[in-house]
C-alpha cells in the first residue's frame, strides 16, 4: 500500500500564491504519472495538472500560465506551485499517483482564496 500525504493547502487573499506538496511513501519513480486534482463543492472532482514519468506536464485550460507542477525526485515529492490564485481556485486539491490500472489518492487539502 502507497501512502499520499498532501501538504501546503491554507486561505490566501486573491492574487496570491501557495505551494503544495504530495509526499508518497514510495519512490515516484515507480508511478507511470502523477497528478492534482481539485474539487469545489457541489462540482465534480477535475484535473488541475499531471506530470509523467518522463517529466511531460498537461495542464487545465483554467490553470495554465499560473500552476506549475513539477517532481521532487529525491524527496518522492511532487509539487503544485499556484500563483495569482483566484477566488474560482477554491477547492480541496487532491494528489494521484498512477501505477498501471492502481491509483492512489491522497485524503485531500483544502484550498481557500479570499476575494
Known amino acids: 500500500q502507497v501512502q499520499v500525504v498532501e501538504s501546503g493547502g491554507g486561505l490566501v487573499q486573491a492574487g496570491g500564491s501557495l505551494r503544495l506538496s504530495c509526499a508518497a511513501s514510495?519512490?515516484?519513480?515507480?508511478?507511470?504519472?502523477m497528478g492534482w486534482y481539485r474539487q469545489a463543492p457541489g462540482k465534480q472532482r477535475e484535473l488541475v495538472a499531471t506530470?509523467?514519468?518522463?517529466?511531460?506536464?498537461n495542464y487545465a485550460d483554467s490553470v495554465k500560465g499560473r500552476f506549475t507542477i513539477s517532481r521532487g525526485d529525491a524527496k518522492n515529492t511532487v509539487y503544485l506551485e499556484m500563483n495569482s490564485l483566484q477566488p474560482g481556485d477554491t477547492a480541496v486539491y487532491y494528489c494521484?499517483?498512477?501505477?498501471?490500472?492502481?491509483?492512489?489518492w491522497g485524503q485531500g487539502i483544502q484550498v481557500t482564496v479570499s476575494s
Open positions: 514510495k519512490s515516484i519513480f515507480s508511478f507511470n504519472a
Open positions: 494521484n499517483l498512477g501505477r498501471g490500472l492502481i491509483a492512489y
Open positions: 506530470i509523467g514519468s518522463d517529466g511531460t506536464t
